[in-house]
């Protein structure tokens, strides 16, 4: 089969190359990728992440059922699947507790094992979720990082009905599935962004960053956000903590823009804040996703094909974009 391979740090050392098709192991399934999803983690793993051999990157990818092995019993040739991106052992005490992202033993796809950007990828059956047959693939590419970890990050904030939530960058891969599931538990969204498109996802009220806390200030009566959510890092940081009121909640898990903050302590107790860290999401939440992928949509940027998988990852940082970037297989 081809694959897209890095053998080293560096757009330049990421070729597509003839290589062995996979085995398909007792309790596996064999998927024919259809459709990937570029998100931050994989512009990491191709200049960031030490590569020590050969690997195929790719952290979120959706596709086809091909082949079964031995003992599986829930999927069967042809079923649409999205895939749990991790690996899990299912036996630390953080599996145990129903928090696998945080498995002792576990690990990204693309940075511990290869990723999707190959024509099939053998998984394990409990990474692999049937889909409604109404999702599409752009969508299916779109849940197992974008959607399951703003989904993941509104769980760990317990956003109530009727609270205000902030989304900060409002209009990126995670922002966009944050308003949607934030709708869906009965908030009043507000997004920070400067794409007014994003009042098709859930916003109800679209800011921009340079008058951001007068106006959370005007539309919340002085009242200020329960829930912030922080998906850019440190150049935003401070700012979406400003936007907080009493009691209220910030939760991050990006670190695009950096990875340094400042935090005004006083500010901290005396409105008695929340801050919250957040990683992907469990197995339950991303069943739960799924389930929910039926009432779910997706801004696409730009399409590339399987040949274009270089222009694609150019393309993923620049300023122009708006919307995701899906490479189809």
Same mark, same amino acid.
């Given at each position: 089969?081809?694959?897209? *391979? $890095?053998?080293?740090?560096? &757009?330049?050392?990421?070729?597509?190359?003839?290589?062995?098709?996979?085995?398909?192991?007792?309790?596996?399934?064999?998927?024919?990728?259809?459709? $990937?999803?570029? !998100?931050? *983690?994989?512009?990491?793993?191709?200049?960031?992440?030490? *590569?020590?051999?050969?690997?195929?990157?790719?952290?979120?990818?959706?596709?086809?059922?091909?082949?079964?092995?031995?003992?599986?019993?829930?999927?069967?040739?042809?079923?649409?699947?999205?895939? /749990?991106?991790?690996?899990?052992?299912?036996? @630390?005490?953080? @599996?145990?507790?129903?928090?696998?992202?945080? @498995?002792?033993?576990? /690990?990204?796809?693309?940075?511990?094992?290869?990723?999707?950007?190959?024509?099939?990828?053998?998984?394990?059956?409990?990474?692999?979720?049937?889909?409604?047959?109404? *999702?599409?693939?752009?969508?299916?590419?779109?849940?197992?990082?974008?959607?399951?970890?703003?989904? !993941?990050?509104?769980?760990?904030?317990?956003?109530?009905? !009727?609270?205000?939530?902030?989304?900060?960058?409002?209009?990126?891969?995670?922002? &966009?599935?944050?308003?949607?599931?934030?709708?869906?538990?009965?908030?009043?969204?507000?997004? &920070?962004?400067?794409?007014?498109?994003v009042k098709d996802f859930g916003a109800d009220y679209v800011i921009g960053y340079e008058n951001a806390l007068e106006e959370v200030k005007k539309i919340t009566n002085s009242k200020m956000a329960d829930v912030v959510v922080e998906s850019i890092?440190?150049? %935003?940081?401070?700012?979406?903590?400003?936007?907080?009121?009493?009691?209220?909640?910030?939760?991050? %898990?990006?670190?695009?823009?950096?990875?340094?903050?400042?935090?005004? &302590?006083?500010? $901290?107790?005396?409105?008695?804040?929340?801050?919250?860290?957040?990683?992907?999401?469990?197995?339950?939440?991303?069943?739960?996703?799924? !389930?929910?992928?039926?009432?779910?949509?997706?801004?696409?940027?730009?399409? %590339?094909n399987f040949q274009e998988v270089k222009d694609a990852f150019k393309e993923n940082n620049s300023k122009e974009k708006n919307g995701r970037i899906i490479i189809e297989i």
């Amino acid at each position: 089969m081809k694959a897209w *391979v $890095l053998s080293k740090n560096g &757009i330049d050392n990421l070729n597509l190359k003839e290589v062995e098709k996979p085995e398909v192991k007792e309790g596996q399934v064999l998927v024919k990728v259809k459709a $990937l999803g570029l !998100n931050p *983690v994989d512009s990491m793993v191709i200049d960031l992440i030490p *590569v020590n051999a050969e690997r195929i990157p790719g952290a979120e990818f959706a596709g086809e059922i091909e082949e079964v092995g031995q003992d599986v019993k829930e999927l069967k040739k042809g079923d649409k699947v999205s895939i /749990y991106n991790r690996y899990f052992d299912g036996t @630390c005490s953080y @599996c145990k507790s129903g928090n696998e992202m945080l @498995c002792d033993n576990g /690990y990204i796809f693309s940075i511990g094992s290869n990723g999707g950007l190959a024509e099939y990828v053998a998984v394990d059956q409990k990474n692999a979720l049937k889909l409604p047959d109404s *999702v599409d693939f752009e969508l299916a590419a779109s849940l197992p990082v974008a959607a399951l970890t703003s989904y !993941n990050a509104l769980e760990r904030a317990k956003v109530q009905k !009727n609270e205000f939530v902030v989304v900060v960058g409002a209009s990126g891969n995670t922002g &966009i599935f944050a308003l949607q599931f934030a709708k869906m538990l009965g908030t009043k969204t507000i997004a &920070i962004s400067s794409k007014d498109w994003v009042k098709d996802f859930g916003a109800d009220y679209v800011i921009g960053y340079e008058n951001a806390l007068e106006e959370v200030k005007k539309i919340t009566n002085s009242k200020m956000a329960d829930v912030v959510v922080e998906s850019i890092g440190e150049k %935003f940081w401070e700012l979406g903590y400003s936007l907080l009121g009493k009691n209220g909640r910030m939760v991050a %898990f990006g670190t695009e823009t950096g990875s340094n903050a400042k935090i005004d &302590i006083s500010q $901290l107790y005396s409105k008695q804040l929340s801050l919250l860290g957040s990683t992907g999401g469990s197995i339950r939440q991303f069943s739960a996703v799924v !389930n929910k992928s039926k009432d779910l949509k997706v801004k696409v940027w730009k399409k %590339f094909n399987f040949q274009e998988v270089k222009d694609a990852f150019k393309e993923n940082n620049s300023k122009e974009k708006n919307g995701r970037i899906i490479i189809e297989i």
